[in-house]
């Protein structure tokens, strides 16, 4: 997090204001802001503003007069063609301005005022710690106050190295060029005249964070139906490089290509973290396309004090703390650690992976479980600790992983569970976007809009054009104009959500075979809920669960066990057949053909026994009578007669904020009737079903 001072904050809010000011008087005297050279041309780029917006804008390819500003505050000077350009990040503070404002401040300490001079001194130990070279040329200066002062600037900038609060001042903008080349420096008070939406737009560092040339963006691909498989992950050199000691023993080392690594060790400019309890890195870590937060009320993310004797850097790592109410003191892991994904280039924007793993330092085996959860929230793979003293643990599945939970294994029954434990090494694939998430629980939260060709919107309203088959979007950006987009071009729309949201009390879920997700009820048949005249085909149904608990996938290795599933949260029973009465609401079973899956630590990892099953398995007590039966809007179990399915490519989807997900176009009839400002008709077998907005998680329209 960077610190400034307040006099610093209001010289760069008025330098911003004076860039802005004789930018706009230079656009009316028809003059542009830079000196660049326009080639007539028109070039189109991907712009990313800075409150998440990325829009696609038409410019005139110009040159661009760039800086490459050293540590030592050397400033060289090039030109750069836009056209030439893959990618250029804009900071909110130039360079080379930094630069200059250093070497201001180190010349001010020879100033008569001594008031000026000692405001100089401590502004130098606030901002100087990336430009310590440009400092220690005055060591030589003239006057003894000077080097007095500069020694002791240096000495207070030395021992900041270790301190997780001390971070770069400034930050650089960066340029990578087509042929691979990057840059560090400054691009100056850039500003450049573009169009969106046939508007005109400027574009600066106010509100652009990222320019990108774009090409003619292929269509965004839509999931094929496939079966959900997820495999729990237990080998650390599958991702990582062996790395010898001189003790023999293996270590990693780089994670291999393909994946990224995060070891807790620096921050994004390099600053070194140090196990603090005062200090939340909730955030810090967003540039490797992570976002760690505590569920436990007052808790954070820390640095840990641990250093993993098997990690590649064997210094740092994070857990929880979180204030005892009762104890009124710190205390280390004791609720559940949550790290959402995000894109690494823009930490605005929600991401999925499709494999998350790390190292977790343990005392009892089997102490601390990872659950893995797809884009609706439903939990699509669990595992456990499975060595002592140590463990690598992770998931992979081509089910795309929005979210993982980290926590204390609730479900076993350990009378001491050691809860101090933490996390290194956290590797993942990389981040994709994820445009049906858009987590905010502020009350004036902006409507995200997803288009076809990559384009990002935040709206503040929206209307259906059934007429014109057009959305009127009211954008959320200052100086973004409102605009008519053909329903054609949208891709998702995404209304603000709730990380958790509420379940109906009564009822079941049912997932069907082109895997649309519908809540029920029993009434004689299987009716919809929010149309009770639409009976749900039992023929259609592939797993079913209660309404108060959660989805949990099965692993694909489970089918081989047997033709049905029951899944809770750590057992697995699986049944040649079962019986299903879905008139009265069970399932009827045959307890002595049932196998229960256990986990069992293998020399090579996880692997999975079986043996009979038992009544403790399906929650009953050693004095109770097996019923051979469940109520499913009772039971804990998850019963899948098939594994869970991704719909079929060109579908559209409609998720609603209750857990239901209709897939358009798909085996079971689901299609868009019609839409308007405030609501959505979906129908199926002559039977309506009506949505309000405020209802709808996201809405992926069908090809």
């Not at 004791?334 to 959402?340: A, E, L, S």
């Not at 991401?351 to 609706?376: D, G, R």
């Not at 980290?406 to 993942?428: E, G, H, Q, Y």
């Amino acid at each position: 997090m960077e610190m400034r001072s307040p006099q610093r904050t209001f010289r760069v809010l008025k330098f911003g204001c004076f860039c802005l000011t004789w930018f706009v008087f230079q656009c009316f005297n028809g003059v542009p802001a830079q000196s660049q050279e326009t080639s007539g041309g028109n070039l189109t780029i991907l712009v990313t503003l800075r409150d998440g917006n990325v829009v696609r804008m038409t410019t005139d390819d110009v040159t661009l007069d760039w800086k490459t500003v050293s540590s030592d505050g050397e400033v060289s000077k090039s030109s750069v063609q836009l056209s030439n350009l893959r990618e250029l990040k804009l900071t909110t503070s130039p360079a080379s301005e930094e630069v200059a404002r250093v070497r201001a401040l180190v010349s001010a300490l020879a100033d008569d005022n001594y008031r000026l001079r000692h405001q100089a001194e401590t502004e130098l130990m606030e901002a100087g710690k990336p430009f310590e070279k440009v400092i220690e040329r005055a060591r030589m200066h003239e006057e003894p106050e000077v080097r007095y002062r500069v020694e002791r600037v240096l000495q207070f900038l030395g021992k900041q190295k270790e301190d997780n609060q001390t971070r770069f001042s400034i930050d650089f903008d960066e340029i990578q060029l087509k042929d691979g080349t990057r840059l560090e420096g400054d691009v100056g008070d850039i500003s450049l005249k573009a169009t969106w939406n046939e508007l005109p737009f400027a574009i600066d560092r106010t509100y652009a964070k990222r320019l990108g040339t774009a090409s003619e963006p292929a269509p965004a691909p839509q999931p094929r139906s496939q079966n959900v498989a997820t495999q729990l992950l237990s080998d650390e050199f599958q991702f990582y490089e062996k790395n010898e000691r001189d003790s023999g023993k293996a270590t990693v080392g780089a994670v291999k290509p393909g994946h990224i690594q995060v070891n807790f060790d620096s921050g994004e400019r390099g600053e070194r973290m140090i196990a603090d309890r005062k200090f939340a890195v909730d955030n810090i870590f967003r540039h490797k396309g992570i976002a760690m937060t505590c569920e436990t009320h007052d808790g954070m993310v820390v640095i840990s004090g641990y250093g993993f004797k098997k990690s590649q850097s064997r210094n740092r790592s994070v857990g929880n703390v979180f204030i005892d109410p009762n104890k009124k003191k710190k205390t280390s892991y004791q609720g559940v650690m949550r790290i959402d994904f995000c894109l690494p280039s823009n930490p605005l924007i929600p991401a999925t992976v499709n494999m998350a793993a790390f190292f977790t330092e343990i005392v009892v085996p089997k102490e601390t479980i990872v659950q893995a959860y797809n884009a609706a929230g439903h939990v699509i793979g669990l595992t456990q600790t499975t060595k002592d003293k140590m463990s690598f643990i992770g998931l992979s599945s081509n089910e795309p992983i929005a979210y993982i939970r980290i926590s204390a294994n609730t479900f076993l029954d350990v009378k001491k569970l050691n809860r101090d434990f933490a996390v290194d090494d956290f590797t993942l694939t990389e981040p994709k976007v994820a445009p049906e998430l858009n987590f905010n629980d502020a009350p004036q939260a902006p409507i995200v809009i997803t288009t076809r060709d990559a384009q990002r919107l935040l709206a503040n309203d929206i209307a259906f054009d059934a007429a014109n088959q057009t959305l009127n979007v009211t954008t959320a950006h200052p100086t973004l104009s409102d605009a008519e987009i053909p329903l054609k071009d949208i891709d998702w729309i995404a209304p603000p959500q709730k990380r958790d949201p509420a379940r109906p009390e009564e009822g079941v879920y049912v997932m069907l075979q082109d895997g649309s997700v519908v809540h029920c009820q029993f009434n004689q048949k299987l009716v919809a809920s929010s149309q009770p005249a639409l009976e749900i085909d039992p023929a259609q149904v592939i797993g079913v669960w209660d309404s108060q608990t959660e989805c949990r996938y099965p692993l694909e290795i489970d089918f081989e066990k047997g033709n049905v599933i029951m899944v809770q949260p750590l057992y697995r029973l699986a049944f040649p057949q079962v019986e299903f009465d879905w008139s009265n609401g069970r399932v009827e079973y045959d307890l002595e053909t049932g196998q229960h899956l256990i986990q069992a630590v293998l020399a090579d990892g996880v692997d999975f026994l079986s043996e009979q099953a038992q009544p403790k398995h399906l929650g009953l007590e050693a004095d109770q009578t097996d019923p051979g039966f469940l109520d499913l809007d009772q039971s804990s179990f998850t019963i899948w007669t098939q594994q869970p399915t991704t719909r079929a490519e060109g579908t559209g989807l409609l998720r609603t904020r209750d857990g239901q997900e209709f897939v358009l176009g798909g085996s079971n009839g689901f299609r868009l009737l019609k839409a308007d400002k405030d609501q959505l008709v979906i129908g199926c077998n002559g039977q309506e079903m009506t949505f309000d907005l405020k209802q709808i998680h996201a809405l992926n329209l069908p090809r």
